[in-house]
């Protein structure tokens, strides 16, 4: 499988940003799909993830603000982000994994910087 993710850039705290990410190859199901961020220095944390059936799932810290959805026709998955702050700073990386699969594939990440 291979993850293309785009939408990054630079935007002032309390903006917004929608990143996408489109997925291609051997695609099988039920599977999750999900979205980590990266700051520098730092581990790569979970932001959101969603499922085949539409389950999603948010790290507390962006609850209420980010919204994951995905377009199952064209195999892309999305993150909608609202009242950005500059701790969401960060290379988001999109990530596909089957349910009953330990091993994860991951795109090769979008900068987003927000800035105060």
């Known amino acids: 499988v291979q993850l293309q993710a785009s939408g990054g850039g630079l935007v002032q705290a309390g903006g917004s940003l929608r990143l996408s990410c489109s997925v291609s190859?051997?695609?099988?199901?039920?599977?999750?799909m999900g979205w980590s961020r990266q700051a520098p220095g730092q581990q790569r944390d979970l932001v959101a993830t969603i499922t085949t059936w539409g389950m999603t799932n948010y790290a507390d810290s962006v609850k209420g603000r980010f919204t994951i959805s995905r377009d199952a026709a064209n195999n892309t998955i999305y993150l909608q982000m609202n009242s950005l702050k500059p701790e969401n700073t960060g290379v988001y990386y999109c990530?596909?994994?089957?349910?009953?699969?330990?091993?994860?594939?991951w795109g090769q990440g979008t900068q987003v910087t927000v800035s105060s």
């Open positions: 190859g051997s695609i099988s199901t039920p599977n999750v």
């Open positions: 990530s596909y994994k089957l349910v009953l699969s330990i091993a994860t594939d």
